[in-house]
């Protein structure tokens, strides 16, 4: 079964540092494409960065600089590397399988980033 | 980099309604265009790709069309799992832009 499993969140001060994680089972990571997206609460989705299967990394403008897409290939796992948080980054965080003209599919189920003091 | 629009933002329908969604690009995105289906809690599902192919598994009463800028999300007859949010994505670029959700509720 192609699933993605997110873990890492959690609450952490403005200016603090996180890392998240995407388990893939199913699938090859560093084959695909891989996005992450979040949601702040109660608001529409927001794209945030994408790691090609050639290793090319791109970036919202929000998190540009703050923010590092990689992936482990031994570990199947995609991260999102996020530094110097502001409360404006509270927000689910998805990861997806990236597919481009494709879409994106299957969606890990998200996981919750709280900054805050 | 390229913004989207939707509209509208919310609609209220019936169950059997026709519901129509746009999706407009603020340049050519020929069909680099995905539609999202997103109920509360859960994570987003992949309904149309590529601005008209159909997803696996995804009942046959959606359908998208258009290409270039402009673009349309349509459900034939509504039913009761179907209300949701929807949101359009380009990924015609490398920064894959949402547009900002359309809610259809119950009316």
């Known amino acids: 079964e192609v699933q993605l499993v997110e873990s890492g969140g959690g609450l952490v001060q403005p200016g603090g540092s996180l890392r998240l994680s995407c388990a893939a089972s199913?699938?090859?990571?560093?084959?695909?494409?891989m996005s992450w997206v979040r949601q702040a609460p109660g608001k529409g989705l927001e794209w945030v960065s994408v790691?090609?299967?050639?290793?090319?990394?791109y970036y919202a403008d929000s998190v540009k600089g703050r923010f590092t897409i990689s992936r482990d290939n031994s570990k199947n796992t995609l991260y999102l590397q996020m530094n110097s948080l502001r409360a404006e980054d509270t927000a689910v965080y998805y990861c997806?399988?990236?597919?481009?003209?494709?879409?994106?599919?299957?969606w890990g189920q998200g996981t919750l980033v709280t900054v805050s003091s | 980099d390229i913004q989207m629009t939707q509209s509208p933002s919310s609609l209220s329908a019936s169950v059997g309604d026709r519901v129509t969604i746009t999706c407009r690009a603020s340049?050519?995105?020929?069909?680099?265009l995905n539609w999202y289906q997103q109920k509360p809690g859960k994570a987003p599902k992949l309904l149309i790709y590529?601005?008209?192919s159909l997803q696996s598994g995804v009942p046959s009463r959606f359908s998208g069309s258009g290409s270039g800028t402009d673009f349309t999300l349509t459900i034939s007859s509504l039913q009761p799992e179907d209300f949701a949010t929807y949101y359009c994505?380009?990924?015609?670029?490398?920064?894959?832009?949402f547009g900002p959700g359309t809610k259809v509720d119950i009316k």
């Open positions: 997806a399988r990236e597919g481009g003209i494709v879409g994106a599919n299957p």
């Open positions: 199913g699938f090859t990571v560093s084959s695909n494409y």
């Open positions: 790691i090609y299967s050639g290793g090319s990394t």
């Open positions: 340049q050519s995105i020929s069909s680099y």
């Open positions: 590529a601005a008209s």
């Open positions: 994505q380009q990924s015609y670029s490398t920064v894959f832009t």
